[in-house]
């Protein structure tokens, strides 16, 4: 949930706390889990706000969501944020930026006792492009998250509150994602659980070009949104990012039934109905 006016995929309907808790309960209504909210654009060379304004963005929205019932995250790279947010009744703190944008960040983390997303982060929407630099993107990830839960570790954050993502699209403009995707479950053997944010991202924009090689916009990028949903659900991601749920619910849905038809061992045919095809 964008609490922004300058969101790449929404372009600030929700900007309002009104229509941003009538929003956020829809979500809930078609599947959602966990309400994320934020109030920094960190879209592709966005400048950032004054922290006094994220925190009138975000505070009212997240209170009144936590008042009628919903499960809350709160999107921020700022450790004050972080912790109004908490104190109003948001359980998670996903952080794009891992802990290196605020150091007193991870402190907070540590005090509030909340579940912790540590994203993989090389700079702030404005430089972040320029920083698409791997040897082997998977491997660079890994390692570089590593280090964020040493850092976690150091600053007193239990293990049990981490959950790692690996920033799809951030200092990853192009085709650096489709490795991290292919290559999931060695992230997922890392241990902790992991977040997937491909939603409407400029990378799928890219796949489902038009034949003049416009980029497809974000709305149109619900479907492969869905798809990398029911992939990353099979590969064992703990949760998926998302923009339009019900499609992605669906999608794990599919996912976890074909998991479990796996675990089984294929099936059983006395179960089977219809008879034999």
């Not at 209170?63 to 947010?85: M, P, Y």
């Not at 292919?182 to 997937?196: H, K, N, Q, S, T």
């Not at 998302?242 to 089984?264: K, L, P, Q």
């Amino acid at each position: 949930m964008n609490v922004t006016p300058d969101s790449f995929s929404d372009g600030g309907r929700w900007f309002t706390p009104g229509a941003a808790v009538a929003h956020g309960l829809a979500l809930v209504e078609a599947g959602a889990d966990v309400l994320d909210v934020g109030g920094e654009s960190t879209r592709p060379g966005a400048r950032r706000v004054a922290v006094e304004d994220e925190l009138e963005r975000v505070l009212p929205v997240v209170a009144e969501l936590v008042e009628r019932g919903a499960t809350v995250s709160v999107d921020t790279t700022r450790a004050e944020v972080a912790r109004e947010a908490v104190a109003r009744g948001a359980s998670i703190v996903n952080d794009v930026s891992g802990g290196l944008a605020d150091d007193a960040m991870l402190a907070t983390v540590a005090q509030t006792g909340a579940v912790y997303v540590a994203m993989h982060w090389r700079g702030h929407a404005d430089v972040m492009d320029s920083r698409d630099d791997y040897d082997d993107v998977v491997a660079d990830v890994r390692r570089e998250l590593a280090q964020r839960v040493d850092a976690l570790r150091a600053a007193g954050v239990r293990d049990e509150q981490v959950v790692l993502d690996p920033g799809l699209g951030f200092a990853k403009p192009g085709a650096s994602n489709w490795p991290l995707l292919a290559r999931l479950p060695e992230l997922v053997a890392d241990g902790f659980p992991v977040l997937v944010g491909a939603s409407r991202k400029r990378f799928l924009g890219h796949l489902l070009a038009r034949p003049d090689g416009t980029p497809a916009p974000p709305l149109a990028r619900d479907g492969a949104t869905a798809a990398i949903s029911a992939l990353a659900a099979a590969a064992g991601a703990w949760c998926v990012r998302v923009h339009e749920v019900a499609g992605s619910a669906d999608a794990v849905r599919v996912a976890a039934a074909w998991r479990g038809a796996a675990a089984d061992g294929g099936g059983r045919r006395a179960q089977t109905t219809g008879g034999e095809r």
